[in-house]
């Protein structure tokens, strides 16, 4: 290549590279003068500086978190487009003063042909240009050629004209313990579905090292690129498999100048809870099957009841006789509302206390008293502060948590045996547990559907959800007002200007007010690993994104939870009816060749249903297979990894072994390698990671040394989809080390 054409694309990127400095400072100096203005005691003026304050903040995050590899391609267009016949492509648009394009964002539709052009559909491209970045600078340049009389002319024997340069590039890289985006790599394949509607729900079905996750991630950016009026307020929610995962892929989509998205493995989904434990087989499968919702639900009904006899009240030393039909009438009008349990009760004391007042009145009257309309209200109250009359009431109604409600479950089988006369025994002791025993992930859909079912619990009243309804209606009037003196019309719109007042202390983000909000609505919703998701937690997903915008991405092969799913019709077809598509990736990038046939090979013969993948590279390394022999699994799998160092003392590798011997062996990766390694999501920030099968689930590394894989497959009532995942995940090297 000739020295002046890599010469020539450098000034071109430090050109960028300066325009870029030079809207972080116009930011930063605009955020400061924000921060300084003075505007007394004018609350809405007060609000307004917020405002913009939080969208400069916003934007001054995007220009830092886009540094690194701002631009990454260049299309040379068949027709000039503003007198240029290059176009570059990057992270984000740049514009100069003049608003003419520097570079186009990757997700716009001027830069969807540096994807998917190709010789036979050149898309008005004549060549496709890949930039190598170093830091800022540039160091490799890779064309595709889709115009032959550029090849006629004289080009040196350094430049290549190769269409995988890039891509081969970041394949053979080594990996870190965090996701990198393939934002510069992006196949056809991978663009199309990346690019396709909002509407319903897509399906990403693909074997392990199709770039399934890197898709999803990219789908989301892209999504709020497009459809930001949308989404930019309701936000996107990700959810992941476990905190490995999560951390693995956390920079992502912030590199891609994204902030505004909620990140959550599937045991954070409710409010206040965060676990991580995980239930037995039997009981997970239990749990997350839809019997559960039905279950639920007579737990609330049966906490609505009169008492079987009469009971006496004492109201101001005057006794009086309570029947059970006249609780059971006030039982049944609440019933009929409809409301949830919390919410009903207002309903249920208020016509118990009207009949008790009636009925109260009437005795005073029959004893000599004269009874008018003044003293009825007196009558009413002292039936409500009656300590007597709240017993009553709260025997027959008593507000519920959800927490409290799971926990009476569990702890009392008694009641568990009334609400369920066709379970077995074996089913009712699956569910037992003490009253104190920490919340399972199995538990969270179930808080979450008790919370749906209960309410919101008394002391949360409707006013203030009223007042903020109104104050959003005057936000909006404001914000318009304030664009327009501002004079920055097209440049953010009321919504997000409105988004950002503070009528309280500080609103937080968006995604943090997400999160602490369990009846919050996403705009959109990104799964992972979603095979493994069961009934009940598809179900609190579709409350917290009622219009059904999903992309579901996973591998029926990979399932390995009791309560997964065996295909995606049975998965879905009962929330999403017809309104979901399927779309499937065949390539592999991540995995040699050697190493995905074997694990395809073995995932077969135990009848998984695999999505049959085509590697695009061979590996440089066969499996390697050594025994313990007669000497701790430990030892071996230790002296494995001594082997793999000495091969890339550098690149990052995971020892995957059985829940039973996870801890063992991470503490003998521990003693001989120190701070090098780690044990679970902690490990993945260090050049060694000892996970279990599930906690490896959606990760790659350079090299994984695999213990025991005859155990790992029998652990599990999915063994074989356990062993399929962990093999699947090195991108070079791959040991098993047996017994």
């Known amino acids: 290549m000739h020295e002046s054409e890599l010469d020539r694309e450098r000034a071109v990127v430090e050109g960028l590279y300066e325009r870029l400095d030079a809207l972080r400072a116009e930011t930063a100096d605009s955020l400061t003068r924000v921060r300084r203005e003075s505007v007394g005691g004018n609350h809405q003026a007060r609000s307004e500086r917020d405002a913009f304050a939080r969208l400069y903040e916003d934007q001054l995050t995007q220009l830092r978190e886009v540094d690194a590899r701002l631009v990454f391609g260049r299309l040379l267009l068949e027709e000039p487009a503003d007198g240029s016949a290059h176009r570059y492509i990057g992270r984000i648009g740049l514009r100069d003063e003049e608003q003419r394009s520097l570079l186009v964002d990757w997700r716009a539709q001027q830069a969807s042909a540096f994807y998917q052009a190709t010789a036979s559909e050149r898309m008005g491209v004549r060549a496709r240009r890949h930039l190598t970045m170093s830091g800022r600078q540039v160091v490799r340049i890779d064309d595709e050629v889709f115009d032959e009389s550029l090849l006629a002319g004289d080009r040196s024997a350094g430049e290549t004209v190769q269409g995988e340069g890039a891509l081969l590039a970041a394949l053979t890289a080594q990996r870190t313990g965090r996701m990198s985006d393939i934002v510069a790599t992006i196949q056809a394949e991978q663009d199309r579905i990346i690019r396709s509607d909002l509407r319903g729900a897509l399906v990403v079905q693909g074997g392990p090292g199709t770039g399934k996750t890197a898709v999803a991630l990219h789908r989301a950016a892209y999504l709020l690129y497009a459809n930001r009026q949308r989404l930019g307020s309701s936000g996107v929610l990700v959810v992941g498999p476990s905190t490995a995962f999560l951390r693995y892929i956390e920079a992502v989509l912030p590199s891609l100048g994204e902030t505004g998205v909620v990140l959550q493995t599937l045991g954070e989904l409710f409010p206040g809870v965060e676990a991580t434990a995980d239930d037995g087989a039997e009981t997970a499968r239990l749990k997350g099957s839809a019997q559960m919702a039905r279950l639920l639900s007579r737990a609330v009904r049966s906490r609505q009841k009169a008492p079987a006899e009469e009971q006496t009240v004492v109201v101001d030393n005057e006794r009086l006789v309570v029947q059970p039909d006249l609780i059971q009438r006030a039982i049944a009008k609440a019933q009929r509302s409809g409301k949830p349990h919390n919410v009903a009760r207002v309903t249920f004391v208020k016509h118990a ?61 008694v009641w568990l045996g009334e609400l369920t006369p066709r379970w077995s025994e074996a089913q009712r002791a699956a569910l037992l547990r003490d009253r104190s025993a920490a919340f399972t992930v199995s538990d969270v859909p179930l808080l979450d559907e008790a919370a749906e079912l209960l309410g919101d619990f008394p002391g949360k009243p409707d006013p203030a959800a009223r007042e903020r309804g109104r104050q959003r209606k005057r936000d909006l009037e404001n914000a318009r007002a304030a664009i327009r003196n501002m004079g920055v019309e097209g440049l953010v719109s009321a919504e997000q200007l409105a988004d950002g007042f503070a009528e309280q202390v500080d609103r937080g983000t968006t995604a943090e007010r997400a999160s602490a909000d369990r009846t919050w609505t996403y705009g959109h919703v990104v799964v992972d690993e979603a ?103 430990s030892e071996a799998v230790v002296a494995a990894v001594e082997h793999d160092r000495g091969i890339d003392a550098q690149g990052s590798l995971a020892v995957i072994a059985p829940p039973h011997e996870v801890e063992a062996v991470a503490a003998a990766v521990a003693e001989r390698f120190g701070d090098d390694a780690g044990r679970g999501a902690a490990g993945l920030t260090r050049p060694i990671a000892v996970l279990s ?47």
């Open 353 to 413: 206390l009207a009949e008790l007042t009636d009925q109260l009145a009437a005795q005073l009257r029959a004893s000599g008293s004269t009874i008018d309309d003044a003293d009825l209200k007196v009558l009413r109250e002292d039936l409500r502060t009656s300590y007597d009359v709240r017993v009553l009431l709260n025997t027959a109604w008593l507000p519920l948590t959800p927490q409290k409600l799971l926990q009476d479950l569990y702890a009392r089988p």
């Open 531 to 633: 095979q493994e998701l069961s009934p009940m937690q598809w179900r609190v997903l579709l409350r917290r994104c009622p219009m059904k915008s999903f992309t579901i991405v996973g591998d029926i092969a990979q399932v390995s939870s009791p309560a997964g799913a065996s295909s995606w019709a049975g998965a879905l077809q009962p929330y999403f009816k017809d309104a979901w598509r399927l779309e499937e990736l065949t390539v592999n990038y991540r995995t040699p060749a050697q190493i995905a046939e074997e694990a395809e090979r073995l995932a077969r013969a135990a009848g998984l249903p695999i999505t049959p993948t085509r590697s695009v590279r061979e590996g440089d390394w066969p499996i390697r297979r050594v025994s313990a022999g007669g000497s701790p699994l």
């Open 693 to 739: 099968g599930y906690e490896a689930k959606g990760l790659e590394f350079d090299a994984v040394v695999l213990a025991d894989p005859d155990s790992l497959a029998g652990d599990s009532a999915l063994g074989a989809a356990t062993l399929y995942v962990a093999m699947t995940r090195p991108t070079q090297r791959l040991t098993l080390v047996t017994h």
